[in-house]
């Protein structure tokens, strides 16, 4: 896979369908296991500049600022890959996690807050 340039970038920021906020939600995935991480707002330029540097960026909903994953806590998102759904209105980034990826200290934010679904069956 080859490295997107400053054309194609160009190229994938119009294909993405933002929000009426601006906003794309990002679900972030490690690479290896598959796990899911986390979900993460993205303006255009979040969604560049994870796109071109290898770390991710996200858009603050809460403070209104780009925070990079890792730049306070050390716990750092490398990127590994990303894909946009087929609406083109949501994005997966593939991560090499380092350290906790929850602002709370726990591994996963999906890991926080477990629900007991009734668990469903499938027909036979």
Same mark, same amino acid.
């Given at each position: ?52 540097? &290898? $770390? ?23 990127? $590994? ?16 996690? @380092? &350290?906790?990826?929850? @602002? ?21």
């Amino acid at each position: 896979m080859t490295a997107l340039t400053t054309d194609t970038v160009g190229e994938v920021l119009g294909r993405v369908k933002f929000g009426q906020d601006g906003l794309l939600p990002a679900i972030i995935q490690q690479d290896d296991t598959r796990e899911v991480l986390m979900l993460g707002y993205m303006n255009e330029e979040a969604l560049r500049r994870t796109l071109t540097e &290898g $770390r991710v960026t996200f858009w603050s909903r809460s403070r209104q600022e780009f925070w990079r994953k890792g730049d306070t806590s050390g716990n750092r998102q490398y990127v $590994r890959g990303a894909a946009l759904d087929c609406d083109a209105d949501a994005l997966l980034v593939t991560v090499d996690q @380092h &350290g906790p990826a929850c @602002h709370t200290g726990a591994h996963a934010c999906f890991d926080v807050d477990p629900l007991e679904p009734f668990v469903g069956v499938a027909d036979e």
